[in-house]
């Protein structure tokens, strides 16, 4: 079965640094998704994109946040210059083909855990 | 995206159907009940959704009240790997573009 994959599984790194996790979506997949989740709080929606734009972003989405799709397969997300709060869990989430009319369902990856030290 | 209020948590027994409760009072016409899960840290999983119909998938069922203002998630047999907190999630129908929103959820455990 297709799955989204997520690189690195775990990246750890010193504040101010600059960070980039990598997604693969599922192939042929039309939407994704940046989410977080910082140690036991609620999963948070950060950014989606389609059609090689940003189509909506959260508030925790600033300035030190982008995103890229930089060929057909991968999907990234960079975090400028790191700071301690953005430590956590990142989802990276793609959505496809339209199984029934007005519904469809996001995959999501495993995750890369962002440790900032 | 209305709101949803679910249970912290539940325990159920193995082999046993649990029975997930949501409520959604505010759930407008045109939103779509979503369910997912979380085993541990990993990624979300999409489990089954419904607009009023109940649904059935290989994953489990879902009861949908008639006024819509409440559903039920059922998985008939849990078994130990069914551990994991379980998000009911009320969103719209815009094609594709539609963020999840995802709140506390319950932590179901099942017990040997």
């Known amino acids: 079965e297709p799955e989204v994959t997520q690189t690195p599984s775990h990246q750890v790194t010193q504040m101010g640094q600059e960070v980039i996790l990598r997604c693969v979506p599922i192939?042929?997949?039309?939407?994704f998704y940046w989410y977080r989740q910082i140690l036991g709080q609620k999963v948070e929606f950060l950014v989606s994109f389609y059609n090689n734009e940003i189509s909506e972003k959260s508030e925790i989405f600033d300035d030190q946040f982008s995103v890229e799709r930089p060929d057909g397969s991968n999907f990234t997300l960079k975090i400028r210059s790191t700071k301690l709060e953005d430590s956590a869990m990142y989802f990276c989430a793609s959505v496809g083909i339209v199984v029934r009319i007005l519904s469809y369902e996001q995959y999501f990856g495993p995750g890369t855990r962002l440790t900032v030290t | 995206d209305a709101k949803t209020t679910q249970p912290p948590s539940m325990d159920c027994a193995e082999g046993r159907a649990a029975n997930l409760p949501c409520n959604h009072s505010t759930i407008s016409g045109n939103e779509y009940v979503y369910w997912y899960r979380q085993i541990h840290s990993q990624g979300p999983q999409y489990i089954i959704h419904?607009?009023?119909n109940n649904e059935t998938n290989e994953m489990a069922s879902l009861i949908i009240t008639e006024d819509r203002k409440s559903s039920t998630l059922i998985l008939p047999h849990a078994t130990l790997r069914d551990t994991a907190v379980y998000y009911c999630?009320?969103?719209?129908?815009?094609?594709?573009?539609?963020?999840?929103?995802f709140g506390t959820g319950t932590r179901l455990t099942i017990i040997p």
């Open positions: 192939s042929n997949h039309l939407y």
């Open positions: 999630i009320v969103r719209g129908s815009n094609f594709g573009n539609e963020k999840l929103t």
């Open positions: 419904g607009l009023k």
